[in-house]
């Protein structure tokens, strides 16, 4: 016999399983035969169990594992009739995984499936049995177990499945491309007409019943579950890496290492679902307004965007899988270059439901077309705990699958830097929100001026509160100078960013390259009181069994950066932006009692940001081409942050707002420090602000505009989120996902794995104790 490792191994492949923070599934991490779900037989419809019995082992509740009757029948008809394995027998080599060898190797299999099958008899009853089986059999399409197989074909649970149904999934059985309806009906009809007459000979069906539904013709739902498929695609791809990492140091109980692709693990993440489809949703409502305007930009519309910048489109080239194909079948560099100018059809990325349309294009023009797609990213968290809500990467997984939010891919940040500098004044240099500040080209030596010009500088002194409303560049880089560049670079990390953004006067306008999970990161501390909290997505997980084997404790990655009287100041300051700044309005019509924000512009609108946050919730966009010279003209306000990222940010907090399920509430307030009682009824710092803005430049955040500057497009179809359910059964079942009182079990603790529950082949081969068990 095998061993208990070997055994194990092929056996039980399972898919690692993913849940939002409601038990929701958001997506599945597997290879090949690991695509499969595991259900137990009460969540088995009893049409599958019949009708299963019924077809492959009409004396299954009478046997012990082996039907000699009908092991004899076989040998003598040669099989004519059927083959006389039991469902046990079957189960066995389902979990040995034999393939069919010469006659003298397979005799030996079978033997070893029989006393796999008395094992698996003397210690599971009939109905484990039967859930182990359809839990373990292939339905073809690298589809395995019943669940997969249901949410597949039909698009619901296995305990939803209709009679007729039923008899398709188990109809299969016997031969999982022969009798599969999606590709070849007639065959699969015909099978399932057969199940159902067992199930009548059986009396698990009237006459009147199989008369009725031997005519109806087969109705699928088909819908391959793949890594699109599912919630949140761009951070589940960030998850699966992260994972990779996590449990590198984790052994199980055997000493290996857990693997995402084979041991069943159940993945709990904060993500929810809700907030999730609105940030999707908010994207896919803006950005088709703002790729139009980028295609009618001049040097876009001639093509002369890419004169200069050939070599990028040669080197996206040269890394495609067409490119790697053709070298691979041996064509040289100039024929593959050739078929790159020629035009085929394809489908290409466009603003639709869909999310793509059929055409006929150049390989090469492909690419550009596709490098000309503006991008956007969107994340949301809970300020105080850390707890990160919604994470969108870009505009659409299926074709783009590079991730904007994640730590490693940074941009420049532009004016959304700018709270940090202005906290840190307050916090060290003993500014305050009326603290007057000069509007004036800065001279940092060894003639390092900033601004670089003076277009921007009005030479006008206001308000320290003014200058952060209205973003004014020259205020900013005023304030540079009393902080000092390098008590700068140390202030960002201290407040829990970790890129080390350096000693360099041009940081006052946000000339370093920040993620936008960093960004978010570092205004933890204006919504949190003065603590730095580190966003987090994964809150426990377990094996294949229930049993914990990591639960993180997230409170250490809190710690105080701020003084909460300086957080509290910078929260009223920051309303001065969404009230009468750079978001002018945007607190007013979404109707929040206290809101604070910030806009963030590049120079010449590659980049647009903007953060915003309330007591409960915070948020941040980006908006942008993965190529930094693809972007609107530079003297279009409509590239800025107010206008070219705010929007989504507003569309997803009018969603949250109007969900009373989220519990996000417009009339919460921040927490006014005791220690502020009495100076802030005497100055706020909303009343410092001047009422009219001075004149921006480039670089410098102008002012809200709205969308009416952009002739929102109205008469296209509604895009949805690209998040959808792996089911679409609408009263699924849901996970319990309540946090267990119960401490985090540690592997390798004899105490702990007292408790752990058994898998299967521990349950068969295992040792029993006095008691029996």
């Known amino acids: ?24 599934l958001m997506g599945k991490y597997y290879l090949e035969r690991g695509n499969r779900s595991n259900v137990e037989y009460k969540d088995i419809s009893k049409h599958v169990v019949d009708a299963l019995v019924a077809t492959e082992d009409e004396r299954f509740y009478n046997h012990s594992g082996i039907d000699f009757k009908s092991t004899l029948r076989a040998v003598m008809l040669f099989g004519r009739e059927g083959g006389g394995s039991t469902l046990t027998q079957q189960l066995a080599k389902a979990l040995l995984d034999h393939e069919r060898k010469s006659k003298a190797i397979r005799v030996i299999q079978k033997l070893k499936e029989w006393i796999i099958a008395v094992k698996l008899e003397r210690n599971f009853t009939k109905e484990e049995i039967i859930a182990l089986y359809l839990n373990a059999v292939p339905f073809g399409n690298n589809v395995y177990g019943i669940r997969n197989a249901s949410l597949t074909f039909f698009q619901k649970e296995p305990d939803r499945l209709k009679v007729e149904e039923a008899a398709v999934l188990v109809g299969m059985l016997k031969g999982n491309s022969l009798y599969n309806p999606q590709r070849n009906y007639k065959a699969a009809f015909d099978r399932r007409n057969v199940v159902l007459r067992q199930m009548v000979k059986n009396n698990k069906l009237t ?15 088909f819908k391959k579950l ?17 994972l990779k990492t996590i449990l590198k140091g984790i052994k199980k109980p055997d000493g290996d290492t857990y693997d995402i692709y084979d041991d069943g693990l159940k993945i709990y993440t904060t993500i929810n679902p809700r907030m999730q489809e609105y940030a999707e949703e908010a994207i896919a409502q803006w950005m088709p307004t703002m790729q139009k305007y980028l295609n009618a930009t001049g040097n876009i519309k001639n093509g002369k965007i890419w004169e200069g910048n050939e070599s990028k489109i040669q080197q996206a080239m040269k890394n495609s899988d067409r490119w790697t194909t053709m070298k ?58 850390g707890e990160i809500k919604a994470w969108v990467g870009g505009v659409s997984f299926k074709t783009f699958k590079y991730d904007h939010v994640n730590i490693k891919t940074q941009r420049q940040v532009g004016s959304s830097i700018k709270p940090f500098l202005y906290a840190q004044a307050m916090e060290e240099r003993g500014f305050a929100p009326e603290s007057p500040v000069e509007d004036i080209q800065q001279d940092f030596g060894s003639n390092r001026l900033v601004p670089a010009t003076t277009k921007s500088c009005t ?38 960013i970790p890129t080390d953004i350096g000693p360099h006067p041009a940081n006052a306008l946000g000339a370093c390259d920040l993620s936008l999970y960093e960004m978010l990161w570092g205004y933890t501390v204006f919504a949190g009181r003065g603590f730095s909290t580190k966003p987090w997505y994964i809150s426990r997980i377990e094996d294949r069994n229930g049993n914990v084997i990591i639960r993180f404790d997230y409170s250490v990655n809190r710690k105080e950066a701020l003084n909460d009287v300086t957080a509290y100041k910078m929260v009223r300051m920051m309303q001065g932006t969404v009230d009468i700044g750079t978001a002018a309005g945007l607190r007013s019509r979404l109707g929040a009692a206290e809101m604070g924000g910030k806009t963030g512009t590049t120079n010449d609108n590659s980049d647009a940001w903007y953060m915003g946050y309330t007591p409960q919730l915070l948020a941040g966009v980006w908006v942008g081409c993965d190529d930094r010279f693809i972007r609107l003209n530079k003297n279009d306000t409509r590239g800025y942050g107010g206008t070219a990222a705010r929007p989504i940010w507003e569309a997803f907090y009018k969603k949250v707002y109007a969900d009373k399920k989220l519990g996000i509430d ?6 006014k420090p005791e220690d502020l009682e009495l100076e802030m009824n005497s100055a706020d710092p909303l009343n410092l602000l001047d009422s009219i803005p001075p004149p921006a430049a480039e670089g410098e955040d102008q002012g809200v505009g709205n969308e009416s500057d952009f002739e929102i497009i109205k008469t296209r179809e509604y895009i949805g989120p690209e998040s959808k359910p792996v089911t679409d059964e609408k009263d699924k079942k849901q996970k319990d996902t309540t946090d267990n009182k119960e401490q985090a079990v540690k592997i390798g603790d004899p105490q702990a794995e007292e408790k752990k529950k058994k898998g299967i082949f521990n349950k068969i081969f295992g040792k029993k104790d006095k008691k029996g068990n």
């Open 1 to 24: 016999m095998p061993s208990l490792k070997k055994l194990e191994n092929p056996s039980i492949l399972q898919a690692t399983e993913v849940f939002a923070d409601d038990g929701t």
């Open 666 to 671: 417009r009339d919460a307030r921040f927490s």
């Open 459 to 496: 030479g006008r002194t206001m308000t320290m509160a003014s200058a952060l409303a209205f973003s004014k560049n020259c205020a900013s880089a005023y304030i540079m100078k009393q902080v000092t560049p390098k008590a700068f670079e140390d202030f960002v990390s201290r407040i829990g």
């Open 328 to 385: 691979d079948d041996g064509y040289s560099d100039e024929e593959i270059k050739r078929a790159f100018q020629k035009k085929v059809p394809m489908k290409v990325f466009a603003w639709n439901a869909k999310r793509e349309k059929d055409t006929i294009m150049s390989p090469y023009d492909s690419i550009k077309y596709h490098r000309q797609v503006m991008q956007a990213s969107f994340m949301a968290m809970d300020p105080v705990t």
């Open 207 to 221: 006459e009147i019943g199989f008369n009725k539904l031997k005519t109806q013709p087969i109705e699928t739902n």
């Open 226 to 242: 793949d890594e699109n498929t599912g919630y949140a695609p761009y951070f589940r791809e960030i998850l699966r890496e992260d």
